[in-house]
T-cell receptor, first 114, second 117 residues
Framework: GESVGLHLPTLSVQEGDNSIINCAYS??????FIWYKQESGKGPQFIID?????DKRQGQRVTVLLNKTVKHLSLQIAATQPGDSAVYFC?????????????FGSGTRLQVQP | GAVVSQHPSRVICKSGTSVKIECRSL??????MFWYRQFPKQSLMLMAT?????????EQGVEKDKFLINHASLTLSTLTVTSAHPEDSSFYIC?????????????FGEGSRLTVL
């Protein structure tokens, strides 16, 4: 398998602080990456994506950074709010190839303290 | 747009029975749907890829005779867990690619929690 971890690390931050969630991927052929947010008992919710021809992409309060050299992806959440508490997964794909399914990372639980 | 609906959201069944989970794309046509399984505090693991009008492709280690997948139309795929056992208890999530969209993005359903007694 690829990019599958055995643990679910937890990041605890104070409300209003910035959060940085990291992800390492293993497939150097991946060219499309997505961050998903998953709340308890629900399906993954799209947050932001980035293609391999970019190294940074910004959304509303979120920024994704991609370092292809070390196969590292990060999600930055500005001014973290209690509603941001969830498990965050990075996922990778090879858009335009035969394999269309996303491969998910192990996930990080974000706990926002009020 | 791009809404994926799963039904039922929760199901409890007795060991040995079969359970069917439906996955529908409500506002788009999905030529390909994917079924994932997620155990508590773990990541999503791909079980199989379902293509409309053809046989599903199963990931290594997933029993095709136990997890029957049917993708009869461009908006519906079903997963049937046959002769369910307690170890099949899990969160099953379907996702779909939008026909004509080749970005690699998947749209996910809300998941179906199966509990086998």
């Amino acid at each position: 398998g690829e990019s599958v971890g055995l643990h679910l690390p937890t990041l605890s931050v104070q409300e209003g602080d910035n959060s940085i969630i990291n992800c390492a991927y293993s497939n150097s052929a991946s060219d499309y990456f997505i961050w998903y947010k998953q709340e308890s008992g629900k399906g993954p919710q799209f947050i932001i994506d980035i293609r391999s021809n970019m190294d940074k992409r910004q959304g509303q309060r979120v920024t994704v950074l991609l370092n292809k050299t070390v196969k590292h992806l990060s999600l930055q959440i500005a001014a973290t709010q209690p509603g941001d508490s969830a498990v965050y997964f990075c996922a990778e794909n090879m858009a335009g190839t035969g394999r269309r399914a996303l491969t998910f990372g192990s996930g990080t639980r974000l706990q926002v303290q009020p | 747009g791009a809404v994926v609906s799963q039904h039922p959201s929760r199901v409890i069944c007795k060991s040995g029975t079969s359970v069917k989970i439906e996955c529908r794309s409500l506002d788009f046509q999905a030529t390909t749907m994917f079924w994932y399984r997620q155990f508590p505090k773990q990541s999503l693991m791909l079980m199989a890829t379902s293509n409309e009008g053809s046989k599903a492709t199963y990931e290594q280690g997933v029993e095709k005779d136990k997890f029957l997948i049917n993708h009869a139309s461009l908006t519906l795929s079903t997963l049937t867990v046959t002769s369910a056992h307690p170890e099949d208890s899990s969160f099953y999530i379907c996702s779909a690619t939008r026909q004509g969209l080749n970005t690699g993005e998947l749209f996910f359903g809300e998941g179906s929690r199966l509990t086998v007694l």
